[in-house]
Structure formats: C-alpha cells, structure tokens
C-alpha cells in the first residue's frame, strides 16, 4: 500500500488567502482650510465617507469612523473595511400576478416587458407572496467588486456633501473645493488603492508641519497614521490638539495666578447680588466663555501647538475689559487672562505653531501688534466719551430698523411707552418709572458710537459704560447693558425691576413688530432671532416669577404700533408662539411632555406659575388616587364632548335623583370652598391633594349613575356636575391629559 503523500510547506504557500478586513484611511492634503468651519467639515467628512461605504456593502457590523483634522489636512480612518464586496443577490419587484397573467395565463405586455428589461424569459421570473397578494420577482446574483473600484466615487462623492458655502477652483482642471488640494492618502491596510479624487492621484506619501518636519513622508498602514504624522511634528486628532492646548494654557495661566477657562468651582450668575464683585465676575465669565469658543478656531490653525504668555502696558486697562478682551480674541486670537477676583490681566497667552526654546521674538513680535490694535481701542472709548448717549438719540432716526418697522429712533419711542407700562404693571415706584423711560430712552444709542461700529458685539455693554460717564443713574445704566440680556441659551438674565421692564418691552416690540408684519419664523431660518426673544421673554417671567399677565404684555407691545400696521391676530400668535419656546424650556427642566401639555393646554397667563403647577402635578401624579382620577377626568372630557354644546355648571339639587350622584355633588361643593383659596395664593400642590379625596365618591358615580338619561333635565344636570368637577382640577391643570 502506498503511503501518503505529505503536504508541504509549499503546498500550503499557494493555498489561496483569506480576504480580510483592514483599517481604511482616506486623507486629503489641502492648502490651509477655513480655521472656523474645520470641525465641522471633518466631522461631515467622516459621516458622509461611512454612510457611502455602508451602502456599497464595504464595512463591517464593527466598522467605526474616526475624523482627522489638520489646518492643511482632512482624513478618515474607518476600521474593518472589506476588500472586496460579498457576492450578492440582486431582487427587482415586478407587476402582480393578476396583471401579468391574462385569463388563460399567458404574460400580459406588462410582464413581457418586465422580464425584457431584465434579460430573461418570462418562465424564469419568480413568484412571491406580498402583503397585498402575490408578485413576479427577479433575483440574479451579482459578484462582489474589489474595494479600489468604488472608492475614489466614494470619496468623491462624500465631499461633494461637505457643508462648504462656496468652493474653488485652481490650475487648468476642473476640480472644485473649499481649498486647492495637493495630495491624497488611499490606504487600506498597508495597500495603497489607486485612485483619482479632484483630479489628484493617490499614494502613501503624506506631508509633515510645514516648518518642523522634512519633506513628505510615508505612511506604513492606516493603523499607524497618527504616530507617522506625531514623527513628522502634527498632531492629526483635533480633539487630541484641543485638548494639548487647553492644558498648555491652564499650566501657563496657573503659573501666573491667572484663569483661562472657567473654574467649575467658580460661581456667580448673576441671580443672588448685583454687587460691583457680581459684575466683575459676570464679565469674567464673558470673557472667559469667549476663550472656550476662540479654542475651536486656534486649533483650526495649528498642527504642533505651543502656548506662549505675553503682557500688555497696564495704562490700558482703564479701557472696558470687555473691550480689551475682544480686541485680544477677535483680532489676534489670543486668551484672555483673568484674575482670581475676577478682574482682566495686563497679559495674555499665544498659540503658536512654532515650537522653540526661545519664545521671545514671538512673544516681541505679538506685543507690538497687540499695542496698535489697543491704542485703537482706547482712541475709540476715549472719542465716544465726548458725546453723551442722550446726544447721539436723534442721529438713531438714520439708522433703519427694518422696513415698515422704521428707524432705530421710531423704535425707541415705542420702546418707552411700552416699558414704562410694564413698570406701571409691576407697581414701581414713580422714580423707578422714570428710570424705565430714561434707560428705553438712552438704551439704543450706542449703536452709532464707535466702538460698537468696530464692535457690534459690545451694544448694551458700552452703552453701560457711556451712561455712567454721562452721570445716568445706576439703575438706568444698569438696565442699558442688562436688557439685550439673556443674550443666549444659559446666560444670565437682567436683575433689578428697571432692568427687567426694558428687558420685556424690547424683546417683546422686536417679537410683535417683526411677526406682524409677516417675518415668521419657518423651519430652521430665523434671520431676527425670534425664537430666542420668546425664550428669554419666558426665562424672565418664569426664573424672575414675575406676576404679570403675558396676554397683556403682548397687547401692550401691539398698541405701541400704528394702527393697522401689525396683522389683526398677533397678538394671539405671538402667544402661542411664546409658548411654543418655553415646552423645550420646560422638557429641560426635566418635566415630563404629559405634564407640561396639562398645564399649557389651559393657556396660562401667568408663566410664572407654570412650574409651581408643574410641580404640583408631580406630587400629585405620585398619589394612590392619580391615575384612577385622571382615567375618570378622561372620561369626563369624552363624555362632555360627546354631548356637544357648553354645558351648565349650576346644579340643581332637587334634581340629583340617586345617592352616589347626591355625594358627589356634596364632595364637588365642599372641595371646591378648600381649593379655591388654595389656588388664589398659588398653593397647587395642596389644593391637588385635597381633590385627591374625590377618587371614591367618583367611581360610586360612574358605577351607579346613567350620565345620558333618557329624562333631558336629569342628563343635563348631571353633565353639570361633571363639568363643575372638571373644573375644580383645572384650576392647576388638565389632568386628563397624564399618560398612565
């Protein structure tokens, strides 16, 4: 017997290999990009790149994505991309068995042509059964394409979804980008996938900091794309080169005693004192706020970042910080430094792309320019001194507002009437309503100072400070700066009852006017902010629990306006437009969608006892009797509706024929005398307690008592008393409206 042959090793070597997912990066090499807009694009980069290689059915359930983004780079990494396609099976839906079949089975024209643009005969189609009957099918195996043969497409492809408002064109091709590019990286694995993309052909070879490194380089694999680029001097991960930064910063301000980024323990919102320590502290955060959003952008610039201090004459500083801090962020990008007791520094850190043992050139060369830009400043502040406010209101009449809205100056005498009648409303004093007509008066004109003409930033701010020069009081200062404010989501909102009333009156002139004259607000364009007036509008009436009617301070911004210029329903869809802003307000606040739909279906007036009933609503959602009586207010509401019409709320007591009906109504009555008091002094929570003791005398009633009696005075008097119990819960909220 002959033995077996033994299998060598080189019968092993040319068994054919096992195709196996590899790491793909993708990176294109660009001149330098938009600093502002870089994360987004690499972000939008990524996603789109990985969304088109799902679809070509190249990844893995494991595959992720990763961005990279450099001033003159942007890349993507994604893991456990096939090489190649897995064979597929291809299914074209054809028409219904009944249509493609005559009565004597033969294919009908639309079968033949079915089967015709498939290639086949028609005995070779398939039948399949669907939801609405059974239907010709063609399925045809597709085999599985090499990775490289879709690739470039795909690239192509995925940057034409990039977010880029306006592209370029360079050389004689016709490519177009948001920048020229001048390379491209197509790895998988180790392999380089030949490609074109925006007409540049692909390799291995990437480029280094354009100072620090030495020519191209190569990239071994996609595995090992950010070690390459760290050898070549550049941090290719932007999270990674933020966070480099922040650090540097935070150790360079700490060695000088000095905040570049908020502390988490410092606090200070503005909500508790208005002292002058509050007011440092609140600009502080402002300037401080600003280095966090100048973070991005200083990343956007930079491959190998290094952080550098540099100081300012201290003669400066008797401009407004906010100023200084501005002219550092805006035009240098610098970071601002800032003191422990809240007061802005005479020096300031640099991100520099260079790193070297001796920063002093760099730091020289930052300090000369620096001079100039602040010397500009202090010529502006010290040149709008010499005007007052009250002086430059008559050059507003030349400044448009918006048109049929008029100028900046028609907008300020409205602005008056309406904040000295929210004064009037919140029943201040006749010095306070004097404030409130000064500060609506003085509060636009430092729109045509000169600093804010270099800085629109700093309206209100300046205004502030102008004012104060001018020898304005306090209050009315105070008020010129606090009532752009809250400014955005999470800033802090004006304190002092002057401030608050010129606060309303201008975001609500700006909601009215703007929306009665057709300017609303659609999908995700909202040119005038709109949106945001009503949130803040919201915030101050909620957070500052100011009792006034929202209905009447929307009537009263409408009546500042000239007859017949707004739309005759403003003032209601202004309402409802508030209300729409303060649900998502609310949903933040970690009140449930049932819960706040029970409050503002009923279409408060007062919103600021909307959280005092959403509270309420809380506790008493938390009550044994909850459920079973908001089941019962359900029904209530269906059993009312379907009797159409409004019914009476008077009972009639000769009329309550059975006991259970006769102890409701007894129940309704003495709860009534308990909650009504309750709900005057905002007391929700008890008065929803106490009616927590109706659950059993309701469900008697519903067991024992027919509400649509055949007798019409027995049906109507006890729709009266369902409608009289209805209403004793909606003095808090519509209780039928909780979800079990």
């Not at 406010?389 to 009449?397: G, I, S, T, W, Y």
């Not at 101050?540 to 009546?559: F, G, K, M, S």
């Not at 019409?712 to 819960?729: D, G, Q, T």
């Given at each position: 017997m002959a033995a077996?042959?033994?299998?060598?090793?080189?019968?092993?070597?040319?068994?054919?290999?096992?195709?196996?997912?590899?790491?793909?990066?993708?990176?294109?090499?660009?001149?330098?990009?938009p600093p502002k807009s870089l994360r987004r694009l690499s972000e939008a980069f990524r996603d789109a790149l990985h969304e088109a290689l799902g679809a070509l059915a190249l990844l893995t359930p494991e595959s992720r994505a990763q961005a990279f983004a450099t001033p003159r780079r942007l890349a993507v990494r994604i893991t456990g991309v096939l090489p190649r396609q897995p064979d597929r099976v291809l299914e074209r839906r054809g028409p219904a068995v009944a249509a493609g079949l005559d009565a004597a089975g033969?294919?009908?024209?639309?079968?033949?042509?079915?089967?015709?643009?498939c290639g086949v005969e028609p005995a070779m189609l398939e039948r399949q059964a669907g939801e609405k009957g059974e239907y010709f099918v063609y399925r045809s195996k597709q085999k599985g394409e090499p990775l490289g043969t879709h690739l470039a497409a795909a690239v192509e492809s995925s940057l034409k979804k990039l977010p880029v408002a306006k592209l370029m064109r360079w050389g004689a091709?016709?490519?177009?980008?948001?920048?020229p590019v001048h390379g491209l990286v197509l790895l998988h694995g180790a392999k380089v996938i030949s490609g074109a993309v925006l007409g540049v052909r692909?390799?291995?070879r990437t480029l280094g900091h354009r100072f620090l490194s030495r020519g191209p380089t190569a990239i071994p694999s996609a595995e090992k794309y950010e070690d390459t680029l760290r050898r070549a001097s550049v941090i290719a991960d932007f999270e990674e080169r933020r966070e480099a930064i922040r650090r540097a910063a935070q150790a360079e301000a700490k060695r000088r005693k000095a905040h570049a980024f908020l502390p988490r323990d410092w606090t200070g919102d503005g909500t508790s004192d208005d002292s002058e320590m509050m007011r440092r502290i609140r600009i502080a955060q402002w300037i401080l706020g600003s280095n966090e959003e100048l973070l991005d952008e200083v990343t956007a610039i930079v491959e190998w970042p290094a952080v550098y201090a540099g100081d300012f004459d201290p003669a400066f500083l008797a401009v407004p910080p906010q100023v200084i801090?501005?002219?550092?962020?805006?035009?240098?990008?610098?970071?601002?430094?800032?003191?422990?007791?809240?007061?802005?520094?005479?020096?300031?850190?640099?991100?520099?792309?260079?790193?070297?043992?001796?920063?002093?050139?760099?730091?020289?060369?930052?300090?000369?320019?620096?001079?100039?830009?602040?010397?500009?400043?202090?010529?502006?502040?010290?040149?709008?001194?010499?005007?007052?406010?009250?002086?430059?209101?008559?050059?507003?009449?030349?400044?448009?507002?918006?048109?049929?809205?008029?100028?900046?100056?028609?907008?300020?005498?409205?602005?008056?009437?309406?904040?000295?009648?929210?004064?009037?409303?919140m029943h201040l004093s006749s010095e306070h309503v004097e404030h409130a007509d000064r500060a609506a008066l003085l509060c636009k004109a430092d729109l045509v100072s000169d600093m804010v003409g270099e800085f629109p930033e700093l309206q209100g701010e300046m205004g502030a400070y102008y004012a104060a020069h001018d020898g304005e009081a306090r209050e009315v200062a105070r008020a010129i700066e606090a009532h752009y404010r809250p400014r955005h989501a999470g800033d802090s909102l004006p304190l002092g009852p002057v401030s608050l009333s010129v606060a309303l009156a201008d975001r609500l002139e700006s909601i009215v006017g703007i929306y009665g004259i057709g300017h609303v607000p659609t999908g995700d364009k909202d040119p005038y902010a709109l949106r945001r007036h009503a949130l803040g509008v919201a915030r101050i009436l909620i957070e500052r629990a100011l009792p006034l009617e929202l209905p009447d301070l929307i009537a009263t911004a409408r009546d500042a306006f000239p007859a017949g210029l707004l739309s005759e329903k403003v003032a209601d869809e202004v309402y409802d437009f508030v209300l729409d802003r303060v649900r998502p307000y609310l949903r933040e606040r970690e009140f449930r969608p049932d819960e706040i739909e029970a409050v503002l279906s009923l279409r408060p007036g007062r919103l600021d006892l909307a959280v005092k009933r959403l509270e309420a609503l809380q506790t008493f959602r938390r009550l044994p009797e909850a459920e079973a009586l908001a089941a019962a207010n359900k029904r209530i509401r269906n059993i009312l509706r379907q009797a159409g019409g409004a019914p009476a709320i008077t009972v009639?007591?000769?009329?309550?024929?059975?006991?259970?009906?006769?102890?409701?109504?007894?129940?309704?009555?003495?709860?009534?005398?308990?909650?009504?008091?309750?709900?005057?002094?905002?007391?929700?929570?008890?008065?929803?307690?106490?009616?927590?003791?109706?659950?059993?005398?309701?469900?008697?009633?519903?067991?024992?008592?027919?509400?649509?009696?055949?007798?019409?005075?027995?049906k109507r008097n006890r729709l009266a008393?369902?409608?009289?119990?209805?209403?004793?819960?909606?003095?808090?909220?519509?209780?039928?409206?909780?979800?079990?």
């Amino acid at each position: 017997m002959a033995a077996k042959r033994p299998r060598t090793k080189k019968a092993r070597r040319t068994a054919a290999p096992v195709a196996r997912p590899a790491s793909l990066l993708v990176e294109l090499l660009t001149e330098e990009l938009p600093p502002k807009s870089l994360r987004r694009l690499s972000e939008a980069f990524r996603d789109a790149l990985h969304e088109a290689l799902g679809a070509l059915a190249l990844l893995t359930p494991e595959s992720r994505a990763q961005a990279f983004a450099t001033p003159r780079r942007l890349a993507v990494r994604i893991t456990g991309v096939l090489p190649r396609q897995p064979d597929r099976v291809l299914e074209r839906r054809g028409p219904a068995v009944a249509a493609g079949l005559d009565a004597a089975g033969k294919p009908t024209p639309a079968l033949l042509g079915f089967a015709r643009s498939c290639g086949v005969e028609p005995a070779m189609l398939e039948r399949q059964a669907g939801e609405k009957g059974e239907y010709f099918v063609y399925r045809s195996k597709q085999k599985g394409e090499p990775l490289g043969t879709h690739l470039a497409a795909a690239v192509e492809s995925s940057l034409k979804k990039l977010p880029v408002a306006k592209l370029m064109r360079w050389g004689a091709g016709e490519a177009q980008f948001v920048r020229p590019v001048h390379g491209l990286v197509l790895l998988h694995g180790a392999k380089v996938i030949s490609g074109a993309v925006l007409g540049v052909r692909s390799g291995n070879r990437t480029l280094g900091h354009r100072f620090l490194s030495r020519g191209p380089t190569a990239i071994p694999s996609a595995e090992k794309y950010e070690d390459t680029l760290r050898r070549a001097s550049v941090i290719a991960d932007f999270e990674e080169r933020r966070e480099a930064i922040r650090r540097a910063a935070q150790a360079e301000a700490k060695r000088r005693k000095a905040h570049a980024f908020l502390p988490r323990d410092w606090t200070g919102d503005g909500t508790s004192d208005d002292s002058e320590m509050m007011r440092r502290i609140r600009i502080a955060q402002w300037i401080l706020g600003s280095n966090e959003e100048l973070l991005d952008e200083v990343t956007a610039i930079v491959e190998w970042p290094a952080v550098y201090a540099g100081d300012f004459d201290p003669a400066f500083l008797a401009v407004p910080p906010q100023v200084i801090s501005l002219t550092m962020q805006k035009n240098q990008k610098y970071l601002a430094l800032v003191s422990p007791e809240a007061k802005l520094l005479p020096t300031y850190l640099v991100v520099s792309n260079i790193v070297t043992r001796k920063p002093k050139q760099i730091v020289h060369g930052n300090e000369r320019v620096l001079r100039a830009r602040l010397a500009d400043a202090r010529f502006f502040f010290e040149t709008d001194k010499k005007t007052s406010l009250e002086a430059r209101v008559p050059r507003l009449k030349s400044v448009v507002y918006l048109h049929k809205l008029g100028s900046q100056l028609d907008r300020v005498e409205r602005l008056r009437r309406i904040a000295v009648a929210f004064a009037e409303r919140m029943h201040l004093s006749s010095e306070h309503v004097e404030h409130a007509d000064r500060a609506a008066l003085l509060c636009k004109a430092d729109l045509v100072s000169d600093m804010v003409g270099e800085f629109p930033e700093l309206q209100g701010e300046m205004g502030a400070y102008y004012a104060a020069h001018d020898g304005e009081a306090r209050e009315v200062a105070r008020a010129i700066e606090a009532h752009y404010r809250p400014r955005h989501a999470g800033d802090s909102l004006p304190l002092g009852p002057v401030s608050l009333s010129v606060a309303l009156a201008d975001r609500l002139e700006s909601i009215v006017g703007i929306y009665g004259i057709g300017h609303v607000p659609t999908g995700d364009k909202d040119p005038y902010a709109l949106r945001r007036h009503a949130l803040g509008v919201a915030r101050i009436l909620i957070e500052r629990a100011l009792p006034l009617e929202l209905p009447d301070l929307i009537a009263t911004a409408r009546d500042a306006f000239p007859a017949g210029l707004l739309s005759e329903k403003v003032a209601d869809e202004v309402y409802d437009f508030v209300l729409d802003r303060v649900r998502p307000y609310l949903r933040e606040r970690e009140f449930r969608p049932d819960e706040i739909e029970a409050v503002l279906s009923l279409r408060p007036g007062r919103l600021d006892l909307a959280v005092k009933r959403l509270e309420a609503l809380q506790t008493f959602r938390r009550l044994p009797e909850a459920e079973a009586l908001a089941a019962a207010n359900k029904r209530i509401r269906n059993i009312l509706r379907q009797a159409g019409g409004a019914p009476a709320i008077t009972v009639d007591p000769a009329l309550l024929c059975e006991e259970a009906e006769r102890t409701l109504a007894h129940e309704v009555s003495a709860r009534r005398a308990e909650v009504e008091p309750l709900y005057a002094a905002g007391e929700y929570a008890a008065a929803l307690k106490r009616l927590a003791a109706l659950r059993g005398p309701v469900d008697l009633f519903f067991d024992e008592v027919m509400v649509m009696a055949e007798d019409e005075a027995l049906k109507r008097n006890r729709l009266a008393l369902l409608e009289s119990l209805s209403r004793l819960f909606l003095g808090a909220a519509d209780i039928s409206r909780l979800q079990s």
